[in-house]
């Protein structure tokens, strides 16, 4: 079983279970190999309430790759101040199938440290 269809089963499996409501949305992160995502869903509407990502130029740094820790940490703190703007506080955290260390971690921490809750 290639890589990519182990983290879309795994994230299928959370996806089970782990589902953003008006009060506490969903933040989810997904990494491809030169960017990281980050969105805070409302599933019951299926709108998306904030975003960032390593492709807008406010963020976007001189390398080729930014998918890296530190680039995690700046988009985990981006994110937390973009959703305290809209009054979200609580949000249920998707890894996105993704094991949760390195990268994963280090966003959330940061967007814990931007307070978040979760």
């Known amino acids: 079983m290639a890589t990519i269809d182990r983290i879309e089963v795994r994230h299928q499996r959370i996806r089970r279970r782990v589902n953003g409501t008006a009060k ?3 933040l989810a992160v997904h990494f491809s190999g030169r960017h990281i995502y980050a969105q805070v869903i409302d599933d019951s509407l299926g709108k ?5 990502s390593t492709v807008e130029s406010s963020v976007k740094g001189n390398r080729r790759t930014n998918a890296n820790v530190a ?3 700046k988009l985990g703190a981006l994110v937390a101040e973009r959703s305290l703007q ?3 506080k609580a949000v249920v ?3 996105g199938g993704f094991s949760y260390h390195g990268k994963v971690k280090a966003l959330a921490d940061a967007a814990r440290a931007g307070g978040l809750e979760f």
């Open 86 to 88: 809209k009054n979200i």
């Open 48 to 52: 998306t309430v904030a975003a960032a």
């Open 71 to 73: 680039m995690a940490v």
């Open 93 to 95: 955290f998707d890894r």
């Open 24 to 26: 506490r949305p969903r």
